[in-house]
């Protein structure tokens, strides 16, 4: 008899304080816990966008951040700069570019990036200045550390950790409920 691995949950588990794209009643909630500065989190970004167009409304997409300071020198800049995107209503935009510009992520650039997002320029850069939002970046590392996360891409299907692979096709068939097709081994 093969022993199964114990599963992993989510803690805390989705709430309205956590930055979600899709409807509330989706079937399928995919949580991530990624890092602006990580390339395998860079991949993964294609990964969800290509998910979110295959499942629609069927899937709700949660982001929290897990800067890996020790490996990535702009993680925490990068994940501060997002949230403080979101206290002007713009998460997403921020979101969506610190992927999409592969790494660049000078503070510089963050600059840039909240300009080009439209955001109040000065209270942006007061509020990165001062790390306004490390609490918030912290709340979400306690939570990646109580949920057992150790790297970035980590994925959580409907509360429990995905330990297979961080492809399309792996994590859609995990998604839709087919687990034979997903218990490979991690890509990295």
């Known amino acids: 008899m093969t022993q199964q691995p114990e599963e992993v949950r989510l803690v805390p588990p989705v709430s309205e304080n956590d930055h979600i794209r899709g409807p509330a009643d989706a079937p399928i909630i995919l949580v991530e ?3 602006y500065d990580c390339p395998y989190a860079v991949k993964a970004y294609s990964v969800v966008n290509g998910l979110r167009e295959r499942l629609g409304d069927r899937m709700r997409f949660v982001y929290r951040a897990f800067p890996l300071t020790e490996m990535h020198n702009h993680a925490q800049a990068a994940a501060e700069a997002a949230e403080a ?5 713009k998460f997403w935009e921020m979101h969506d570019k610190l992927f999409e510009v592969n790494r660049k992520l000078e503070g510089e650039d963050l600059r840039r990036y909240a300009q080009e997002a439209g955001l109040d320029l000065p209270r942006f850069e007061r509020e990165t200045a001062e790390h306004a ?3 918030r970046v912290r709340e979400a590392m306690e939570s ?19 330990d297979g692979s961080e492809d399309l096709e792996t994590l859609l068939a995990a998604m839709e409920g087919n687990p034979g ?3 490979g081994q991690g890509s990295r």
Not at 85 to 89: D, R, Y
């Open 33 to 35: 816990y990624g890092d």
């Open 85 to 89: 995107a979101a206290t002007q209503g």
């Open 133 to 135: 939002h490390a609490g």
């Open 181 to 183: 097709e997903s218990s």
């Open 144 to 162: 990646a550390l109580a949920s057992e996360v150790q790297e970035t891409p980590t994925f959580f299907i409907n509360g429990v950790r995905h």
